[in-house]
Every structure is written in C-alpha cells, then in structure tokens.
C-alpha cells in the first residue's frame, strides 16, 4: 500500500505488519531438502520458507495511472519482470524541476562501477579534490572548477581481471579502497581516512538460490570462510590528494579471535565481517562502525550472506593505535540466540537481510554532548542506542518496520532533521528492476522520546512528468526507490528542511521536510538511463548516489555512465569556484 501523508491508518498498518507472519504456508517454490548442515553458523532456525515467484496478476498497472507491488517476492536481481504497460526500451530522455545541470562527465573515467560507489572531498593548496570509488577501482577529480573537472588519478586491477588476491603496480595483494570517512585530525595536523575492509559482497562461492546457496552449499560456505584478508579497518594519514600521499598509520582487524586486533595477518583468513560501510568518525575521540566480529554473529536469512552485523566503538585518541571499547548486538543475531531469532516474522524465509548494512547514524558527536544514536538493522528494523558512555553502548528503544521483501529493508537514515524536528527519515532501497518487489517507503519516524520511536508518516512517491508519457516509475524500467541521501561526510553544514535522495530511475529527487507533516517534493532530475559505454546489464541501475556539497550549494549526481554537477534554487546560490573555507571536519 502507498503511504500518504494524512494516511490515517498508517500506524495500524505498521503494528500489523510488524508482527504479521511473512508466509502463508504453501507460498513457497517447490521446497529443497537441505543437507545436513555442517557449519554451526548457518542457522536454520526455522524450516524454509522461501517465496516463490509473485503471480503476475496480483501486481502490475492499475485503472488510476499507479503500479501495485507485489507483496512478496524472492532474491532475484538479474532478471526482467515485464508487465503489461511498462516501456519496451530503457528511457534515454531527462527531466528536470527547479534544477540546473552546471556540468555533465561521461565515460569510464566518471563511472568505476556501473552498480554503487563511494565519495569524499579534500582541499589542499586551494584546491578540491572530490575521491569516487568502489573497492579496486578508484578515482581521484580536481573538481576546484565545477565546469572543468579534472581527472588527476585512476585506480584500477583490470590489467588482472579485478582478482584481488593479486599485486599490480596500484594495488598490494588483498588492498582495495573501502568505505572511508575522511576528517581532519588536531593531533596529526593533517587529514585522517579510516577505510573499511569488509567480506566481498558479490561473492563466485555461494548463489542466491538453491542448491548453491548457504543452506545447501557447504563447500561453498567453507571456501568463502577460508578466504584470506583483512576484515577491519585501516587508518592514514594523507599529505595529498593522490595515493602516493597516503601513509599507513594502523591496520586493525575487527575480528574478536585475534590475539592483538593492530598485529592480524591479512593473509590469513579473518572472522566476522570486517567494518561495513563508512566508519563514524569526526576526528575527535569516539568512532563506531558496523561489524560482526567473529563468525557467530550469524543471524541472517540472506542467502549469501554468513554474517549478521552488529557495532563496535573504538578510541581514536591515536589514530595510529585505535583501542576497542564496546560491542552491541540485538538479541537473536548470534549463533544460540534462537529464542530471539525465532520471533522475528522473516525467520526461515531465506530472502531478508537482517543486522546493519550502515554505521551508528548520530545527530550530534559525543564529544559535542550527543547522547542517542540511531541504527538502521534490516530486517530487526530500528534501533535506539544511548552512546553517550562509548565504552557501555546501551539500548535505549526499539521498533520493527513493515517487512518489505524482497529488497533491502532498512540500510539508511537520515538524522540531519533531528535537531531541529526530532525527525529521522528511515529507508531501505530496491535490489530488483521493474519494481519487482514491495516498494520501500523512506518512513518519518518521531524519536522525540527515544525509547518510544514511531513511525508517524512517509515522503511522497516520486511520480514522472507528464512529459515522460508515463503515470509511474515503474514503468520506466529499471530499479526505482530510495538509496541515501549522501552522507554526514558531506563538507559543509546540512541544510535545515531538505533532503536529497538517490531514486534509481527517478534520478534526484529533493525533498522539503521542514513542515514534517506535509512533506513535498521540490526539485529534481532524472538524467538519460545509459550511457554510450554503459554495459547493456547495467541499464537498469540508474542514479544509484547523490553527493552533495553543502558549502557549495553543489550536488552530485553518481549514475551508471558518469557524473553530474546540479544546481537549485532549493540548495541556494551555487558556489562553481574554490570553496570559501577548505573542508576540514564534519559540521552538524
């Protein structure tokens, strides 16, 4: 169901939803006898209850112009799933509302990888310099001119084949670029990056469905297991933009059997997960990161996936010698917690990815007197942790979210309102094309009592322009929904009332949320679907990030065939020069 603002029954809808069992037996494909297990850390606690595919008449076109989803659906993102009144090729067409593209950069040099990829910015001399990266593909822009950007460095392994465990003249064996926060450290004088080392995600071991997956695969669980590499974080100190400039100063393995977590051996096989996603860090004390820390933390349904993440926090006082403080987890998200974990409607339905995908979200650094912090858990939904001790991270309140499978549930949050409204804007984003799944609703949830979160509304659904010839985005092909707003590493100051989302097909979309109740979107842009050297299998994944600079009033659009430097009236006056000020730290 579309969630509206002045949805009455919103809330019946959630509590409903929330403990409503996923499957109605006989919903599931043909079931598959699984092998005895053999690896105690794929639990199946409850029997297989996977769904099958969706029945084509139960979702699709309506009578009004809207799209019905389906309500549940199986893992399968590499497959169409036409329908009657979707369009016969991908949309080469843009649109635009109260936006103007100040510069366009296509080709390969603008796109390391066609599906996702992470940003940060630095200043030296005078100069910007905007990273865009996924793991072995990296680049480095001299962005200082809008309108003439500049590549001044381009990682790669593709001289062999992407294969990791190798050296190249880039690259040491099992060294990639992670997720990173980068932030200006008092201590060094100079900026710090803390760069996530986590498992492989798209993985040749396991499959997403039987008889290769987890469950029915344990010679591919016991060689994703044995695979070497640092599951952790590194920390450098860099004196330049470019790689050459960075300086190791720490390697700090997150798994829990380690004898000492900054003495592992990468070339080894770790435990655990390593550090997912961008770490938190304002270059001050405190830093928390989403990890499993050994391979017990197993409570997942995902079908590829071993490890279910909880949080650590660290000391940061020497960047060069991080000390951990505290571990969290939810109930039921480690091996013999089945009790927990039997509770939880998405047991045994083999599809849903539960534990944290993102980091603690804070609205506030500890060391500025923040006390709550947020977290985004997938299928266990929302979480409120008081971190005002890093050292005894406590909960403070939770609440499960209307399940939406397949898909991911619940992976971002944008706290940027909570100061101001005591608003948090909760999402989760599409895995499939053609809407192949339950639509996932950015909720606007109330945490003005932290230990009674409620989910009191959701943005509108972005809708295309009359000039597109479509009623929805659906229709356009390829994934819509929601991926994140950016991150809080974003140089500047956030603006009050305003969101701006990655939509997949639906380009940009900006969102006025400073009347939390009527909740508007102001201004967008939806650029072409590819590119000329867009590879065909990545048509469908759009606008998959949105960067923007605060300081600048400048966003950046990350599509599957380059990048696009936006400006609006609803971000301000746009600055296409040097910055006034460098980006130093974070600002809240």
């Not at 100079?190 to 987890?214: G, N, T, W």
């Not at 590194?234 to 390697?251: I, N, Q, S």
């Not at 972005?462 to 819509?480: E, H, I, M, N």
């Not at 380059?562 to 730290?585: C, E, N, Q, W």
């Amino acid at each position: 169901m579309r969630l509206t603002r002045g949805n009455t029954v919103l809330a019946t809808l959630v509590a409903a939803a929330a403990t409503a069992t996923l499957l109605a037996p006989g919903i599931s494909a043909t079931p598959v006898v699984a092998a005895a297990p053999t690896d105690p850390d794929v639990r199946e606690v409850c029997a297989d209850r996977r769904p099958g595919p969706a029945d084509t008449g139960a979702y699709g076109m309506q009578l009004d112009g809207t799209f019905r989803h389906p309500s549940l659906t199986p893992v399968d993102e590499g497959s169409d799933h036409p329908f009657p009144g979707r369009a016969d090729a991908y949309d080469t067409r843009a649109y635009i509302k109260n936006m103007k593209v100040e510069a366009a950069y296509e080709g390969a040099d603008f796109t390391p990888d066609y599906f996702h990829t992470w940003q940060n910015v630095v200043d030296f001399d005078g100069r910007r310099y905007l990273f865009q990266y996924d793991r072995s593909e990296g680049r480095v822009y001299d962005v200082t001119d809008v309108r003439k950007v500049k590549v001044v460095e381009k990682l790669s392994r593709e001289d062999v084949d992407g294969d990791e465990t190798r050296a190249n003249g880039d690259w040491a064996a099992h060294d990639y670029w992670g997720a990173s926060t980068i932030q200006w450290s008092r201590k060094l004088g100079a900026y710090v990056m803390v760069q996530s080392f986590e498992s492989k995600r798209q993985i040749s071991e396991l499959s997403d469905h039987p008889p290769l997956d987890k469950y029915h695969n344990p010679d591919g669980v016991r060689k994703l297991r044995a695979k070497p590499g640092l599951k952790g974080f590194k920390v450098y100190r860099l004196d330049g933009p470019r790689k050459k400039d960075w300086k190791l100063l720490a390697t700090v393995s997150t798994d829990s059997t380690q004898r000492d977590p900054l003495r592992s051996d990468p070339a080894t096989a770790q435990q655990g997960s390593g550090s997912i996603d961008v770490p938190y860090w304002t270059g001050e004390k405190y830093m928390f990161l989403a990890t499993a820390p050994d391979d017990t933390y197993s409570g997942t349904e995902y079908p590829t996936n071993l490890h279910s993440a909880g949080y650590q926090s660290w000391d940061m006082s020497d960047p060069a010698h991080p000390k951990l403080l505290d571990t969290w987890h939810l109930p039921g998200q480690r091996t013999g917690e089945d009790a927990a974990y039997r509770k939880n409607p998405r047991c045994g339905n083999r599809t849903s990815w539960m534990g944290a995908r993102m980091p603690l979200f804070l609205p506030k650094p500890v060391e500025k007197g923040g006390r709550y912090a947020f977290a985004a858990m997938g299928g266990y939904g929302l979480a409120v942790l008081d971190v005002s001790d890093p050292a005894h991270l406590r909960t403070v309140g939770r609440l499960d979210l209307p399940a939406s499978v397949a898909g991911t549930e619940g992976d971002n949050i944008d706290v940027s309102q909570y100061e101001k409204t005591g608003m948090i804007y909760y999402s989760g984003y599409p895995l499939t094309e053609d809407c192949y799944e339950p639509y996932k609703d950015v909720y606007q949830i109330d945490v003005r009592d932290p230990a009674r979160p409620r989910v009191v509304g959701a943005l509108p659904r972005p809708v295309p322009p009359k000039a597109s010839g479509l009623t929805d985005y659906c229709q356009r092909r390829g994934s819509f929904g929601p991926k994140r707003t950016g991150y809080y590493t974003n140089p500047g100051k956030h603006d009050a009332g305003l969101l701006g989302y990655g939509f997949y097909n639906a380009g940009v979309q900006f969102f006025d949320v400073s009347d939390p109740a009527a909740p508007e979107i102001s201004a967008y842009f939806v650029p072409k679907a590819y590119g000329r050297d867009t590879a065909e299998y990545a048509y469908g994944n759009q606008t998959h990030g949105i960067y923007v600079e605060w300081d600048r009033n400048i966003a950046w659009a990350l599509t599957n065939h380059g990048i696009y430097a936006l400006s609006s009236k609803v971000l301000g006056k746009p600055d296409l020069d040097a910055p006034a000020k460098p980006f130093r730290t974070s600002e809240f």
